[in-house]
C-alpha cells in the first residue's frame, strides 16, 4: 500500500481524550529486533480516573483479529494532556509490513470473545488504523552505583530467567503505582524506550512483561536497597 494509511473512527469527539497519531513499534539491540513490541497510544486530554487500554493488532496479516492476537489486555491508562503511553508485547511472527490495529480506551474490562466476533469491542473511545511498525533502537541505559538517584527514581535489574545470572540494569522514575481487580501496575519514564510514560504489570518486586528486555526484570526499591 505504500505510504502509511490510517483510518480514525471516535465516538464521542467532543470529549476526545486518545490523541490520533498512535505508533507501532518493533525492538532492536544494534539493528537486531528482540522479539518485542510496543504501541504508543497519545492523550490529548488528561483525565482524573483510571481507563483502561485494549489493542488488537492482525500480526499474520489475515485482515482480521485472531485468537492470540489480542496483544495489550486491560491495562490502566491515567490520561495526561500532550502525553504518550507505551504497552509492550511479545510477538509471535515477524511484524513486517502493514498491519491493521485496533485500540480501545474503555471504563471495563474486555474478553477475548470480543475480539472474535463482529462488530469488534468499541468502548468509550476507539481508534481503527492500518500502519505500519517503526524499527526503534533500545536506548541506552542509565545506571549509577546507588540505584536510588532521586525520589521516585529506582533502579531495574535484568537476568537471566533460567540461571539467575545478572545481565544488566537500568534506571527508571516511577510516576504511579495502580491497584486494580487484585493486580498492581506501575508507570514510568524510562530512557531506553519511546518518550512517555511505559506500564507494566508487578508481582512483588518482579515487572512482568518489561519492554526493553525479555528476561526477569526486579524492582530495587527504596525501602529494599534501605534495608
Sequence with gaps: MGALALFLFFRTSPSQVLGEKIELGVLANNNVRN??????????????????????????????????????????ALPRVDWNNSFYFTLGLPLQGEKRIRVVLSDFPLTESMWLAEPLPAGRQFIDAVIEPKHHEIGAFATDESGITASGTVRLIFSDPTTGEPMGENIVTVNRLDERAGQTYIDVEDPATPEGTDTYEVSGNVITNYGPFEGLVKILFPELVEG
Design 35 to 76: 522479539g518485542r513490541a510496543f504501541i504508543k497510544v497519545p492523550f490529548v486530554k488528561g483525565e482524573e480516573a483510571t481507563s483502561l487500554i485494549n489493542a488488537a493488532l492482525d500480526i499474520n496479516g489475515s485482515g482480521i483479529f485472531e485468537e492470540g492476537e489480542w496483544v495489550v489486555k486491560n491495562m490502566p
